[in-house]
């Protein structure tokens, strides 16, 4: 079985974009009372006192956006201090980085995800719902910093939609070829928005691949990740291309991770909700961090039944909580 040692923390369900495939503007989010969400305190038990003595050593922050959580930089200095952490990562939608991004580092993170679906500011706005105010200037001045202040490996999210970013997944690619910027390229999934997703919202990974090859040449990449991109590289590139293809092929058999929702919630798979235990409550009610090992080991132990096994291409899901309330 595979090991399981990878935990997606959800800091916040809120954000300050509404990108159109994970918050739409018509979505009615249910967002998570004040009383509901993780304190740190509580967070912190449950990763040292239940995950940690489990097998979970890779952590990665995210949200909603993680950086509206005020005490974002601390939890990154507990967690990147604690002896087991093997890594440390966070994703983040890039708009607080400028301000943000050497005390992220100066915590201790040193890997960062930015979402960055369009390299044009018109087309960018148009996915944030940036509501009259560009955002595009000052996330790709936070992407900047991060780059500046160190941040290695940096990686910049992509979510391709057909008529909305597929025309520029070259020049998106093209952001690999003179720094160290490794591009993902994300297929859409029926989360969020069912409407844009329409009939087949996606685009498969082989047809971007495709794009890619005819323009400058594509190479499977030795730094191969041990997550679910398949990564690539255009020949002489500093970076490379990670492919995420969970719409058109399984990667459930190789699925590392489980993730953490702000208030709590232990789900096994992104693509199931079946499964999900509220370890936030039993907290609050007193169970022990002992017994809340036993079972989230129950919980593991069980995944594989559990993880999402057919792929059905384009249907969409009737997910009641979105890629901002999960964790995505
Ligand atoms: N706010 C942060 C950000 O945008 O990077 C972190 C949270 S966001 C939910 C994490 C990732 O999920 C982003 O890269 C986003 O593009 C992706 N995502 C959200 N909804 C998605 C969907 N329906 N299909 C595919 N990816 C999605
Ligand atoms: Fe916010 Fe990230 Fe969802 Fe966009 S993808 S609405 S930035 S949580």
């Keep these: 079985m595979n090991q399981v040692d990878y935990l997606r923390?959800?800091?916040?369900?809120?954000?300050?974009?509404?990108?159109?495939y994970c918050m739409p503007d018509s979505a009615e989010i249910d967002y998570i009372l004040r009383q509901d969400l993780l304190t740190h305190q509580e967070l912190l038990t449950l990763l040292r006192e239940v995950f940690i003595p489990v097998g979970f050593t890779r952590f990665r922050l995210t949200g909603g956006e993680p950086l509206l959580h005020p005490g974002a930089v601390e939890l990154v200095r507990a967690i990147a201090n604690q002896p087991e952490t093997k890594d440390l990562s966070m994703t983040t939608n890039g708009f607080l980085l400028s301000q943000k991004a050497q005390a992220l580092y100066d915590a201790g993170l040193r890997r960062i995800n930015i979402s960055l679906d369009s390299l044009e500011p018109e087309t960018f706005d148009k996915i944030v719902g940036s509501r009259g105010r560009s955002r595009w200037l000052q996330v790709w001045e936070g992407i900047q910093t991060a780059y500046r202040v160190g941040f290695d490996p940096?990686?910049?999210?992509?979510?391709?939609?057909?008529?909305?970013?597929?025309?520029?997944?070259?020049?998106?690619?093209?952001?690999?070829?003179?720094?160290?910027?490794?591009?993902?390229?994300?297929?859409?999934?029926?989360?969020?928005?069912?409407?844009?997703?329409g009939?087949?919202?996606?685009?498969?990974?082989?047809?971007?691949?495709?794009?890619?090859?005819?323009?400058?040449?594509?190479?499977?990449?030795?730094?191969?990740?041990?997550?679910?991109?398949?990564?690539?590289?255009?020949?002489?590139?500093?970076?490379?291309?990670?492919?995420?293809?969970?719409?058109?092929?399984?990667?459930?058999?190789?699925?590392?991770?489980?993730?953490?929702?702000?208030?709590?919630?232990?789900?096994?798979?992104?693509?199931?909700?079946?499964?999900?235990?509220?370890?936030?409550?039993?907290?609050?009610?007193?169970?022990?961090?002992?017994?809340?090992?036993?079972?989230?080991?129950?919980?593991?132990?069980?995944?594989?039944?559990?993880?999402?096994?057919?792929?059905?291409?384009?249907?969409?899901?009737?997910y009641t909580r979105t890629m901002s309330q999960i964790g995505g």
Excluded: Y
Aim: proline share 4%; with cysteine.
């Design 199 to 318: 009939d087949r919202g996606w685009i498969p990974s082989a047809e971007l691949r495709q794009q890619i090859r005819a323009r400058w040449g594509l190479t499977e990449s030795q730094v191969c990740g041990n997550g679910p991109a398949d990564v690539f590289q255009i020949p002489g590139a500093k970076g490379t291309l990670g492919f995420i293809s969970q719409m058109s092929e399984c990667f459930c058999d190789r699925c590392n991770r489980m993730r953490l929702s702000a208030d709590g919630w232990i789900r096994p798979c992104l693509l199931n909700e079946s499964g999900q235990i509220d370890l936030k409550t039993a907290l609050r009610e007193g169970v022990s961090t002992l017994e809340l090992r036993d079972r989230l080991s129950e919980l593991l132990a069980l995944k594989p039944e559990i993880n999402f096994k057919e792929r059905n291409s384009g249907a969409t899901g009737a």
């Design 154 to 197: 940096l990686k910049l999210n992509v979510v391709v939609m057909p008529g909305v970013n597929d025309g520029e997944v070259l020049d998106l690619a093209a952001l690999s070829i003179d720094r160290h910027w490794h591009v993902r390229f994300i297929e859409f999934m029926p989360i969020g928005n069912n409407e844009l997703f």
């Design 9 to 20: 923390i959800s800091l916040i369900d809120r954000c300050n974009f509404r990108c159109q």
